[in-house]
């Protein structure tokens, strides 16, 4: 009943931002992809292309055009959407790891570097321990990774707990610290560079038995392995511990209250180490996901070359951080970088350098347009306050509706 | 007959199927102080908010200076006169006084802000109106009563006669209001109109000329305060909450029996390090109620959160229920059965973005779960009884806590304290800022289950409260318990030992 406050609004910027995000519904996500993708249009317009035969053009590279069976080449289409959904997988999980910190009021700004330790915890194991069963191997490998993420977040987790150092700056941090741990593994003459190969900065190749199943296409020529089922799976889990948990209640409650949460008997510390963990398990098991399903080794320059963790901040941005948007979100940015792939992008249509240029316009858009997307929401929000149409005051908050977050 | 500063008719406004204000009328009478009196969720403040363009009203008609006219935005409101004094301040912290007083309307000099002139201008404005603040004061360096002065003047800054003071004493010790209430004084007869928002009986009986009465978005009536035959406390309470209100509440001699919670030689520090727990030592028994009395900041807030586990003592032990919950955790202090109704609910009491449901699970939710999973179901079943136990009215399990009136949010704590079985309940200030129909229901609460058996500690700054509620009164000053009264002892005697003198001198010569 009482008006507006300041007082309401203030707070730690990530818990201020996660009242706004945490709720609402998929229009503003949707306007915030349209609008992006128009200025994107522009952008090529600039370069004088044509914007849509541009986007049609990279709409048949993503391969999605194999869900209309009508539309022109079935095998294309197929390889395409294979590469779309192995993209899809890894950019899931990152998005996951930044999503789930999230909703407890911190920023992982890290899924880089948990990824990173990842993918070499995976090709670690990948290519040690040959005689296992394959299954079995798979498996080991995967936990390992996952879990080799989960402690590198949980240092994070532990400064902000111990000594309340930001998470935002250590996640930064401690992603140059994996990347140059990586680059020191497998640089040459490092402990874990290949063996058969001195003059390169790579690491062994995995066995055969660690490699994750094909399930779509040919197993030699990258067909699509069973790492997306694992990440919409991943998804499922994350929904599951959030919002049904224990565990994700209490993260919840530390996100919107760390005081009330206190009082309440809740550990905060203890809650942002097991929740930095938790977001490390999933970046983690998005490294073994590239490693084991089509990597299969781990080079220097891959590991520098990475992006997918921090495409994982947009991920979870658009996504607006629960388990669908996540999903949905690592689809369109999955199958961006692969319909503006050099080999995917005729020339004459557009030059495939400058549209992976354009896929970074694109997703930086996103990224800044969620801030006006917060804008646009509270905007909202106050004309109905003022307009008083089923105000927030009142009405119990649905979790559908964009101007839910009462005042 | 010049005609009132401001005229309300019949407003109406509603939110969803809920009514904030249904109809209605309020006169504010050119040099009048005129208090706008309610429960909490009455719909004072969505009135107000409609007079300063913050909301826009359904139905209804305003006039200021007999004109009638439409405010649609605060900058309007401004421009019509009106300025409003909100409870939380709308102060930039690290500028200065006569920085904030000029904030969107600075003096220039060429494109530069001219800050002399800011200066002058603010020093000048205060001087007039009796409001004495340091211009160059930097604004989170004043005090609060200081920083709703900063308010006050921002307000006739921009050319104010018309002034709303939304609950402008809940932040303020009695000091600061009593000085509040000279500056209110002093404004009026300057021709000043004053609009004071406020549950407080007895403030509103000294401060107002008149005063209306909302109930339920409805106007009950407008009163004659300062006229021959002023209502009293019992009169407004009644108009207020629509019943007779009992504003001391009844209960049976107290039957303590064994202790239940018991501090030995407590000693904490606060934020900066400072010792402002020293040496404390009581114990609470079942069926009792002892309050700790005490001037604010004598180490009150620290003792609570020493003996809930929520601030790790520097020594001593807590003990509840026999078992030792010492520095080890709030969640082992709840397990032990403790329960604490926390000061601040909406900082520590509520997730205020949680939904009721979410939020009456928060305590035990360890006990709740099944395989570490939630039952949604069982969630609300559970909340909808309690909700309907504790009488907690504006929602249902699935609204948020952040929609609920204050009076309403505090039930809600204390329905999860309560539900939780505890037998040491520690009461932090638990009517503050409440009604007196939601006082009266706490009041009841806590007596009703001092009567059940639990040993209950309530912290207060209310003398009222601790003189009505207590079995035993202890007093704190300086983080020592410098003196034990009964019930009976007259407001002098605490009021003594609440400022240091009798029992603490002699306690600190002793230890000396």
Redesign the interface.
């Given at each position: 009943?009482?008006?507006?406050?300041?007082?309401?609004h203030r707070g730690p910027a990530a818990t201020r931002l996660l009242?706004h995000l945490s709720v609402g519904g998929a229009v503003a996500p949707l306007i915030t992809t349209i609008v992006a993708f128009f200025v994107g249009g522009l952008v090529v317009l600039a370069t004088g292309k044509d914007p849509l035969t541009t986007y049609k053009a990279i709409f048949d590279g993503t391969g999605l055009n194999w869900l209309l069976p009508w539309s022109g080449d079935r095998a294309l289409a197929a390889t395409n959407l294979q590469q779309t959904l192995i993209n899809t997988g890894p950019l899931i999980l990152c998005g996951l790891a930044v999503a789930y910190a999230f909703r407890a009021g911190l920023f992982n700004i890290g899924a880089q570097g948990q990824y990173t330790m990842g993918t070499i915890a995976a090709v670690y194991a990948g290519s040690s321990w040959a005689g296992l069963p394959g299954w079995l191997h798979v498996v080991l490998a995967m936990a390992v990774a996952a879990l080799a993420g989960a402690a590198w977040a949980g240092i994070a987790g532990a400064l902000r707990a111990s000594t309340g150092a930001n998470e935002v700056i250590t996640t930064i941090m401690l992603n140059y610290t994996a990347l140059w741990i990586g680059v020191y593994l497998f640089g040459l003459g490092g402990p874990l560079q290949a063996n058969d190969q001195p003059d390169v900065p790579v690491s062994n190749d995995i066995v055969g038995g660690a490699k994750l199943p094909v399930f779509w296409g040919d197993k030699d020529l990258q067909g699509l392995h069973v790492g997306i089922f694992v990440a919409v799976l991943a998804a499922g889990i994350f929904w599951?511990v959030l919002n049904?948990?224990?565990?994700g209640?209490?993260a919840?409650?530390v996100g919107?209250?760390p005081?009330?949460?206190?009082?309440?008997?809740?550990?905060v510390g203890r809650t942002y180490v097991v929740t930095m963990a938790i977001c490390g398990l999933f970046a983690g098991l998005a490294g073994s996901l590239d490693i084991l399903g089509w990597q299969f080794h781990l080079a220097t320059n891959d590991i520098s070359a990475s992006q997918v963790g921090f495409l994982g901040i947009a991920v979870a941005l658009l996504g607006r951080n629960t388990a669908i948007g996540t999903c949905f979100a690592a689809l369109l940015f999955g199958a961006l970088s692969q319909g503006t792939s050099v080999r995917n992008l005729d020339p004459a249509v557009f030059q495939p350098e400058l549209a992976q240029n354009l896929t970074t316009v694109i997703q930086g858009l996103v990224v800044l347009l969620v801030s006006a997307d917060v804008l646009l929401a509270s905007v909202w929000r106050r004309r109905r306050?003022?307009?008083?149409?089923?105000?927030?005051?009142?009405?119990?908050?649905t979790p559908t509706t964009l101007g839910s977050?009462?005042? | 007959m010049t005609p009132p500063a401001l005229q309300l008719s019949a407003i109406t406004k509603r939110f969803g199927a809920v009514a904030a204000n249904d109809g209605v009328d309020f006169e504010l009478r050119r040099g009048e102080i005129h208090a706008l009196l309610g429960e909490n969720g009455a719909g004072k403040s969505t009135l107000m908010n409609i007079v300063y363009g913050m909301l826009t009203p359904d139905a209804g008609e305003i006039r200021v200076g007999g004109e009638p006219v439409t405010i649609g935005s605060p900058r309007q409101a401004m421009k019509l006169g009106i300025g409003m004094v909100f409870q939380h301040f709308m102060l930039v912290d690290v500028m200065t006084v006569a920085e904030n007083v000029v904030l969107g309307a600075e003096p220039t000099k060429g494109a530069l802000l001219d800050s002399r002139a800011a200066v002058a201008r603010v020093r000048e404005l205060a001087g007039r109106h009796g409001l004495s603040v340091d211009p160059d004061a930097v604004v989170e360096d004043i005090t609060v009563g200081q920083q709703q002065r900063v308010e006050i003047l921002r307000a006739l800054d921009r050319g104010a006669d018309i002034l709303v003071l939304d609950e402008p004493t809940a932040v303020l010790t009695a000091q600061e209001t009593a000085e509040l209430m000279t500056v209110l004084r002093g404004l009026r007869d300057k021709g000043t109109s004053i609009v004071f928002i406020s549950h407080k009986l007895s403030e509103v009986r000294a401060i107002a000329d008149r005063v209306t009465v909302l109930r339920r978005g409805r106007t009950v009536g407008t009163v004659e305060v300062a006229g021959p035959n002023p209502p009293d406390e019992a009169e407004l309470a009644r108009l207020m909450v629509g019943r007779d209100v009992l504003l001391r509440v009844e209960k049976a001699a107290c039957r303590p029996a064994a202790p239940l919670l018991d501090v030995r030689d407590l000693e904490a520090d606060d934020d900066r390090g400072l010792r402002a727990v020293d040496g404390v030592s009581f114990d609470v028994r079942g069926g009792e109620i002892v309050a700790i009395a005490g001037v604010d900041g004598n180490g009150q807030r620290e003792l609570v959160e020493a003996v809930c586990d929520l601030r790790a003592p520097v020594a001593g032990k807590v003990t509840v229920g026999g078992k030792d919950v010492t520095g080890r955790g709030a969640r082992h202090a709840r397990d032990c059965g403790l329960g604490h109704i926390a000061e601040d609910r909406q900082r520590s009491g509520l997730v205020l973005d949680f939904t009721l449901s979410e939020n009456l699970a928060l305590r035990d939710v360890d006990r709740r779960t099944r395989f570490g999973l939630l039952s949604p179901r069982r969630m609300l079943a559970r909340a909808t009884d309690l909700l309907a136990e504790f009488d907690v009215r504006g929602g249902g399990p699935q609204a948020a806590a952040r929609s609920l009136s204050g009076g309403n949010q505090q039930k809600v704590v204390i329905a999860r304290e309560i539900a939780a079985g505890p037998r040491v309940l520690v009461a932090a200030q638990p009517t503050r800022g409440l009604d007196v129909g939601a006082i009266e229901f706490v009041h009841r609460r806590l007596v009703a289950e001092r009567d059940a058996g639990r040993a209950i500690l309530l912290l207060s700054l209310e003398l009222d409260e601790v003189r009505n509620l207590a079995d035993r009164i202890l007093v704190i000053f300086e983080g020592r318990i410098v003196g034990e009264l009964p019930p009976t002892a007259t407001e002098e005697q605490l009021g003594l030992l609440m400022l240091g003198g009798g029992g603490a001198t002699s306690a600190r010569a002793s230890a000396a």
């Open positions: 009943m009482t008006a507006p406050t300041p007082s309401d009242r599951v049904r948990s224990r565990l209640y209490e919840r409650a919107f209250s005081p009330a949460a206190r009082s309440a008997g809740i550990g306050a003022r307009a008083g149409g089923g105000g927030a005051a009142a009405a119990p908050p977050v009462s005042p | -």
